[in-house]
């Protein structure tokens, strides 16, 4: 696995392609290996990816930006993104010492609140980085997230009281959404964004709007919520991809693009929560992550939640493959009985796609939009 992700890695292939859709293939590569892969079948993955959605380095001028350049200056602005990489590569040695866990702990604390920027792909990634072992990895995930920094903007409220609340989520996710007076302030506000915002398709611009100018109402919403008790942020982060995964399984619009990436964003803070040993920026993070899943409610107003009685209560070893690893088969799966493994059905990629769906291999039972092997 270590090998493929070096050969494939960022310095060889941008972080994005078609614009600014996000490079999924070591999400991929991670996911395959963790449910038993074979190198063959890793190697196989990536040559397909990189046949049909990599894009060279070279193909991106605006990722390098020149020597010397500060790069405190381009936090947030999708520029530059081998200048922050080579940023926190050196980072990684001269200050951290090589300690990836200790990197990332520390960058968190100032990277939380721009979390949601790129689909939350930095974060995605640099959780599944972590568990790779890939120092390069790790770097490519807190580069991307640095260079993708959407922050929460709060004026008039903080996030201290999130969690204090008395309601089921999914209560509070439902009365967002028939709010309809977010959605459309959301729709005026974007007019507002500039043009290298607008253009990074549609749910950034939406996003952006969201959070820099209803953070406060959005933190509102987050306030009522009723967090678990007991267990610490062990308990919690376990809850919220417990909470990320059902809201993908009982959404009536099967397969929710952004719902699924809410789920797979949920359990890579939980894989980073839980090397990281920090209560306080872990809580914090969480807290983040809160408003920024409801604003995904938000921004997609016309997904309706289906009943909560359809709870789905995931394994704490949960994983969840990308919705890109489903490029290639997998025809052998090794079990591990201390571990449910999930894996989201896209199902018209796997349609659309000449190789077979590894989700339609050794999948036994149906949950919604999910397909569970024990």
């Known amino acids: 696995m270590e090998r493929i992700l070096k050969e494939f890695s960022t310095k060889r292939f941008y972080i994005e392609w078609g614009g600014y859709r996000s490079n999924h293939l070591s999400h991929g590569i991670v996911a395959l290996h963790r449910l038993g892969a074979s190198d063959r079948r890793l190697q196989d993955f990536a040559n397909f990816y990189e046949k049909n959605t990599l894009e060279k380095r070279q193909e991106h001028p605006e ?26 590569e050196r980072e990684l040695d001269e200050v951290y010492g090589g300690d990836c866990v200790k990197m990332v702990r520390e960058e968190m604390k100032k990277l939380c609140l721009g979390m949601a920027g790129s689909a939350l792909h930095g974060l995605i990634h640099t959780g599944y980085a972590l568990l790779s072992g890939s120092a390069l990895s790790v770097c490519e995930g807190v580069a991307y997230w640095y260079m993708s920094y959407l922050p929460l ?11 204090a609340g008395t309601d089921d989520i999914f209560d509070v996710l439902k009365d967002l959404k028939n709010d309809g007076s977010i959605f459309e302030q959301m ?17 950034t611009p939406r996003m952006s709007a969201l959070l820099g100018y209803q953070g406060d109402r959005l933190v509102d919403f987050a306030k009522r919520v009723k967090l678990p008790e007991g267990g610490g942020v062990d308990a919690l982060s376990a809850w919220v991809v417990d909470c990320a995964i059902t809201l993908y399984v009982t959404a009536e619009r099967q397969n929710g693009f952004f719902f699924l990436h809410g789920a797979t964003s949920a359990w890579s803070l939980r894989q980073i929560i839980l090397l990281i040993n920090d ?25 309706p939640i289906a009943v909560k009685t359809n709870r789905f209560t995931a394994s704490p070893r949960v994983v969840i493959t990308s919705l890109h690893a ?34 339609e ?6 949950h919604g939009n999910l397909r569970v092997w024990r």
């Open 63 to 88: 990722a390098e930006v020149g020597d010397g350049v500060d790069v405190s200056e381009l936090l947030g602005r999708k520029l530059g993104y081998y200048n922050i990489l080579e940023h926190f």
């Open 153 to 163: 903007v709060l004026n008039e409220t903080n996030l201290d009281d999130i969690g």
């Open 187 to 203: 729709l005026r506000d974007v007019e507002a964004e500039t043009d290298e915002v607008k253009k990074r398709g549609k749910f």
């Open 279 to 303: 209560e306080a920026a872990s809580l914090v993070a969480l807290r983040v992550f809160l408003c920024v899943y409801t604003s995904i409610q938000a921004e997609h107003p016309h997904c």
């Open 326 to 359: 489903f490029g290639s088969g997998l025809p052998q799966i090794n079990r591990d009985d201390a571990q449910e493994v999930i894996a989201p059905v896209y199902s018209k990629k796997c349609k659309t796609r000449k190789s077979p769906c590894l989700a």
């Open 361 to 366: 291999k050794r999948w036994a039972r149906k």
